[in-house]
């Protein structure tokens, strides 16, 4: 089993920025792939932006030169920095980790973007 836990959200005014962390524990066979998800009140779960094994990015369309994904492949960590925040980023943020086939989630963070 792997246990995700996400922190970092809250409340921030547009324009600000926040930085989002999530590690991952338990049974961990190899680096896996990690990255962040969102979904806003009515809406589906979307990708933000997700980190292979390799290092490689990948962003949507709507944060792209605006959030940037890193890892710590030692802690098996990953973090979203998100600036220039917009009211429309606001949203519940997921870590998702997938290993050997599976998802895992963490909880969610709430992210408000408002003035």
């Known amino acids: 089993q792997v246990h995700v836990v996400e922190s970092g959200g809250g409340l921030v005014q547009p324009g600000g920025s926040m930085r989002l962390s999530c590690a991952a524990s338990?049974?961990?066979?190899?680096?896996?792939?990690m990255g962040w998800y969102r979904q806003a009140p009515g809406e589906q779960r979307s990708l933000v932006a997700r980190?292979?094994?390799?290092?490689?990015?990948d962003y949507a369309d709507s944060v792209k030169g605006r959030f940037t994904i890193s890892r710590d492949s030692a802690r098996i960590a990953v973090y979203l920095q998100m600036n220039t925040l917009k009211p429309e980023d606001t949203a519940i943020y997921y870590c998702?980790?997938?290993?050997?086939?599976?998802?895992?989630w963490g909880q969610g963070t709430q992210v408000t973007v408002s003035s």
């Open positions: 980190i292979n094994r390799a290092g490689d990015t």
């Open positions: 998702n980790v997938f290993q050997v086939g599976v998802d895992y």
């Open positions: 338990g049974s961990i066979y190899e680096i896996p792939a």
